[in-house]
């Protein structure tokens, strides 16, 4: 069975990827892929590059230098996601974390003293990591 990868325009494929339409147009001047043309005719990224393309954006390990020369943070969650933060509502106990992280929105139960030892208000880039049920908030570089 022969399968068809379908060619996204640049506003699904920015979409996917949590950029604007203009960062995607932008990688096509730069050749980061080869646009195609979907079936409208229109500027358009093939299924397999732009899958590519978000593998590729995936493993950007963000911060800098490790004291053992390795780029990025180390944690056990896999799944991370790097955002801003958008409300933090905190008692002397527990507090809320609500982050966007391209078009998802993420809220985190954590304590009061991280939110406070992390320096987490509005504004603060931060990393969710995912690991089952909990999500963790790192402070990104």
């Not at 379908?6 to 096509?28: H, K, Q």
């Not at 990224?45 to 911060?63: S, T």
């Not at 790097?82 to 985190?108: F, K, L, N, W």
Request: net charge neutral; with cysteine.
């Amino acid at each position: 069975m022969v399968v068809t990868v379908p060619a996204y325009r640049y506003s699904e494929a920015a979409e996917l990827l949590g950029v604007s339409d203009d960062t995607v147009r932008r990688w096509a001047d730069q050749g980061r892929f080869r646009p195609t043309t979907g079936s409208s005719g229109a500027a358009a990224i093939d299924g397999r590059a732009l899958a590519a393309l978000a593998v590729e954006l995936a493993d950007l390990p963000p911060g800098g230098p490790r004291p053992d020369g390795q780029v990025g943070r180390r944690a056990s969650a896999r799944n991370q996601m790097r955002g801003i933060v958008t409300r933090v509502v905190a008692d002397t106990v527990m507090a809320q974390v609500e982050m966007c992280c391209g078009p998802y929105r993420i809220v985190s139960l954590i304590s009061a003293e991280a939110v406070r030892d992390l320096g987490l208000e509005v504004g603060v880039v931060a990393v969710a990591g995912v690991k089952a049920t909990n999500v963790t908030v790192e402070v990104a570089p």
